[in-house]
């Protein structure tokens, strides 16, 4: 299933944009909870909040939105 072709980055709180630039840097959720201070769990979470907003039901398709979406 793709994600939403109707859903915009301005859409994202400002935490999870931080979050979605750094997966877009190849980061995985320990090394972007290392860039950004926050705990795993904080970035998991974030994580799990741009999968339902964005209806992508993956990582690696969050990624081909968030980079097809520039």
């Not at 709180?13 to 931080?18: D, H, Q």
């Not at 705990?39 to 998991?44: A, C, G, L, N, Q």
Request: positive net charge; aromatic residues 4%.
């Amino acid at each position: 299933m793709p994600c939403s072709t109707a859903f915009e980055h301005s859409e994202l709180s400002a935490a999870e944009r931080r979050v979605l630039e750094q997966l877009e840097r190849g980061y995985s959720n320990k090394a972007i909870a290392a860039a950004l201070i926050l705990s795993r769990r904080t970035v998991e979470s974030h994580m799990s909040s741009l999968l339902a907003k964005t209806g992508c039901q993956s990582r690696t398709q969050l990624l081909l939105w968030a980079l097809g979406e520039r």
